[in-house]
């Protein structure tokens, strides 16, 4: 008789962890992988992360959920599981607005470079304006929620 190993997560496989070790993991799971494969491939349809992928890298599979933003790659604990959601969203309609028409959706005036919601919403290119703001970076025109990222 032949048994087959259930392949459900036990109580003594969940882990305990923290936002910085999942962040290495999906890291190391990335430099493991073939060259073609990258990170987004752990992001599940709600954008929380397989962590039954990344097992070996935690030493089992993590109680709680964690979450990333297949456009900026950042990852979030539980109680922020909607900024990568709105990351995503943004990050979309700001990349088509600036494609068509070369220009920043940006705050007129604006202490920081924050997105211009009313903007973009009017123009047609965002259909869910996020409850707090973002801004977009130097860095290849992504979006961050964190305006201590321009201090």
């Given at each position: ?66 979450y990333m933003s297949r456009e900026t790659f950042?990852?979030f604990a539980e109680e922020d599981k909607l ?69």
């Amino acid at each position: 008789m032949i048994f087959k190993r259930s392949k459900k997560n036990t109580n003594s496989d969940q882990v305990r962890v923290t936002l910085p070790q999942v962040k290495q993991a999906v890291k190391q799971f990335e430099a493991d992988m073939p060259t073609p494969i990258n990170r987004t491939v752990l992001i599940m349809a709600d954008k929380s992360i397989d962590l039954a992928r990344l097992k070996r890298y935690l030493g089992g599979v993590p109680q709680q959920k964690f979450y990333m933003s297949r456009e900026t790659f950042e990852i979030f604990a539980e109680e922020d599981k909607l900024v990568p959601y709105y990351l995503d969203l943004v990050q979309s309609a700001v990349d088509n607005y600036i494609n068509d028409t070369g220009k920043l959706p940006l705050i007129e005036d604006a202490w920081l470079p924050e997105v211009h919601y009313r903007l973009l919403s009017t123009e047609s290119y965002l259909k869910e304006t996020p409850p707090f703001p973002l801004y977009i970076t130097d860095e290849e025109m992504m979006l961050t929620h964190r305006p201590e990222h321009f201090e």
